[in-house]
T-cell receptor, first 116, second 113 residues
Framework: QQQVKQSPQSLIVQKGGISIINCAYE??????FPWYQQFPGKGPALLIA?????SEKKEGRFTISFNKSAKQFSLHIMDSQPGDSATYFC???????????????FGRGTQLTVWP | DAGVIQSPRHEVTEMGQEVTLRCKPI?????LFWYRQTMMRGLELLIY????????DSGMPEDRFSAKMPNASFSTLKIQPSEPRDSAVYFC???????????FGPGTRLTVL
């Protein structure tokens, strides 16, 4: 069972546009929500993360929006650049209701292509 | 720090052979994770360790897979016997604490013919 559901599977955006990737979860024990970025031939790397005590976190062109009541969170990439072309994974972590301490539950990933 | 080190980077073997993947986590990290990535199934957690002790191995596909962490600086993932459906990229990751980011290694691309 997929604990974190991610959409879309792939996304094509024009340079300068906004990329939006959405994730949803069910386990209310989750209390840490990171996004990872993976380039071809590389391992995933942490991009940005949020805790549920805030509704938004921004780092440069990357913003996480978090809706605790809806159990949804999303990644927004402003002014998307060709160098942002990569696979993005959302994830969640927390102890309780079947989830174990320290473990990240990953979404299936979104392949983002930014056209110049 | 050199980051998470994995070896080999590429492995091509024949069905039925034993395969051993190796990982050296970042020094001082208490958590070590083994993942498998395929187009069909995405990024799957196979097993993870905390302070060298296996905590959750529910993702290990079957008895052909085994993982060990004999000390804080080394872990192995073994597949015996290997099958073509085991072909994937295997990642090792480590983290310093519960909320700390996981640092992924470069991965081992395994091809089983």
């Amino acid at each position: 069972q997929q604990q974190v559901k991610q959409s879309p599977q792939s996304l094509i955006v024009q340079k300068g546009g906004i990329s939006i990737i959405n994730c949803a979860y069910e386990n209310t024990a989750f209390d840490y929500f990171p996004w990872y970025q993976q380039f071809p031939g590389k391992g995933p790397a942490l991009l940005i993360a949020i805790r549920p005590d805030v509704s938004e976190k921004k780092e440069g062109r990357f913003t996480i929006s978090f809706n605790k009541s809806a159990k949804q969170f999303s990644l927004h990439i402003m002014d998307s650049q060709p160098g942002d072309s990569a696979t993005y994974f959302c994830a969640a972590s927390g102890e309780g209701r079947g989830s174990t301490l320290g473990r990240l539950y990953f979404g299936r990933g979104t392949q983002l292509t930014v056209w110049p | 720090d050199a980051g998470v080190i994995q070896s080999p980077r590429h492995e091509v073997t024949e069905m039925g052979q034993e395969v051993t993947l190796r990982c050296k986590p970042i020094s001082g990290h208490d958590y070590l994770f083994w993942y498998r990535q395929t187009m069909m199934r995405g990024l799957e957690l196979l097993i993870y360790f905390n302070n060298n002790v296996p905590i959750d191995d529910s993702g290990m596909p079957e008895d052909r897979f085994s993982a060990k962490m004999p000390n804080a600086s080394f872990s192995t993932l073994k597949i015996q016997p290997s099958e073509p459906r085991d072909s994937a990229v295997y990642f090792c990751a480590s983290s310093g604490d519960y909320y700390n980011e996981q640092f992924f290694g470069p991965g081992t691309r395994l091809t089983v013919l």
